[in-house]
């Protein structure tokens, strides 16, 4: 049987969250909310679909709904969902701007036992999706991922927006406790954090070197593993160019090192994303990136910026 969706909030991502819901298969679209009425007319009349003058409206009509408004109102909009009814929810990442709204969410969602999914739509990359089905084991890892800036997202700092991809992407790659962290980080544009490095040590012994910045003049999207087997994989997140190579050693002869690249073609990202959260709704599975997943990210990330924070303190008090 077909989903009945919704979408509340329809700003850069939401449009395209309302579009690809019209679009596959299983999905029967409803309509959308959003505090901008403006905005809901607009995108609601190039898709042909109703606007609702609430939430408890689009809710009363929803099997399931996806949430694409900014980060910080996410709790508050998953409570008032639930005031009105029990449809199952896509939230778009971070899943919250703390960890108590993170906490209140994952507390709702099990209270009223429906499906969520997190939007860590990096997961649906198919190079991502060969690294992961090579099974290796991360010695060391490298993430860079940058932006120009941008008015969106900056309600809360880099690591929370940007940096969080690469940090849920690294927890579902080690599969090991974080030993320890180190970071540097500084504001640039906004009041928050807009470029933090930090490099994270897990128990197994694998480093991760993450980077994230949404005050680049360039944007890039670097991923390289070098695992414990000699293999090397390097992914390009925008191109989805992934070069992999071996290293073979024999005695008595040079290392023989064996390269293959691949480009891989894209079905949209967020159209195998959703299809995913529907798929796992019709079939009552786990998601591909629940919400415990993405508590955990968030719970890394916040502690990152945190450590950034504190270094640029130290940074402060070491130069006045
Ligand atoms: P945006 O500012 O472009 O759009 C947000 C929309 O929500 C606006 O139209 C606004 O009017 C509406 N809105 C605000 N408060 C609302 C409320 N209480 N009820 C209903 N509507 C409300 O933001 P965006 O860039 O589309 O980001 C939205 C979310 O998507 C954020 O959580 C962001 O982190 C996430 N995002 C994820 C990715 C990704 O790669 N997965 C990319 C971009 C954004």
Redesign the pocket.
């Known amino acids: 049987m077909e989903l009945k969706f919704g979408v509340?909030?329809?700003?850069?991502?939401?449009?395209h969250h309302a579009r690809v819901l019209t679009e596959i298969p299983w999905s029967c679209f409803v309509g959308v909310?959003?505090?901008?009425h403006a905005?809901?007319e607009e995108v609601a009349g190039r898709l042909k679909v109703p606007v609702f003058s609430s939430?408890s409206r689009l809710v009363g009509e929803c099997d399931a709904i996806s949430?694409?408004?900014?980060?910080r109102?996410?709790a508050?909009?998953v409570e008032?969902i639930f005031r009105y009814g029990n449809p199952h929810l896509f939230?778009?990442?971070?899943i919250a701007d703390t960890l108590e709204n993170a906490e209140k969410i994952l507390g709702l969602v099990n209270e009223h036992k429906v499906t969520l999914q997190v939007?860590?739509?990096?997961r649906f990359n198919p190079g991502l999706e060969a690294i992961l089905d090579a099974h290796p084991r991360p010695a060391y890892i490298e993430a860079q991922r940058l932006s120009p800036f941008g008015?969106?997202?900056t309600d809360?700092p880099v690591v929370v927006?940007l940096m969080i991809?690469d940090i849920d992407i690294i927890l579902s790659l080690v599969q090991s406790p974080i030993q320890s962290m180190r970071v540097v980080g500084t504001p640039v544009i906004t009041p928050h954090i807009d470029i933090a490095n930090a490099w994270i040590e897990f128990e197994n012994g694998c480093l991760a070197q993450v980077l994230g910045s949404r005050v680049s003049l360039d944007k890039l999207r670097k991923f390289r593993v070098f695992d414990r087997e000699g293999r090397y994989f390097s992914l390009n997140f925008d191109t989805r160019g992934l070069t992999q190579a071996k290293v073979t050693l024999s005695p008595g002869s040079l290392p023989k090192i064996e390269r293959h690249s691949q480009t891989f073609d894209a079905e949209e990202p967020?159209k195998k994303?959703l299809k995913s959260f529907i798929q796992a709704i019709r079939e009552n599975t786990v998601p591909k990136v629940t919400g415990e997943q993405a508590y955990e990210a968030l719970k890394v990330a916040l502690e990152v910026n945190r450590l950034a924070e504190e270094s640029l303190r130290r940074f402060q008090q070491l130069n006045t």
């Open positions: 509340i909030g329809v700003g850069y991502l939401g449009q909310f959003d505090t901008d905005r809901a939430i949430v694409v408004t900014p980060t109102t996410h508050d909009i008032e939230l778009e990442k971070p939007g860590h739509i990096e008015i969106r997202g809360v927006d991809h967020l994303e």
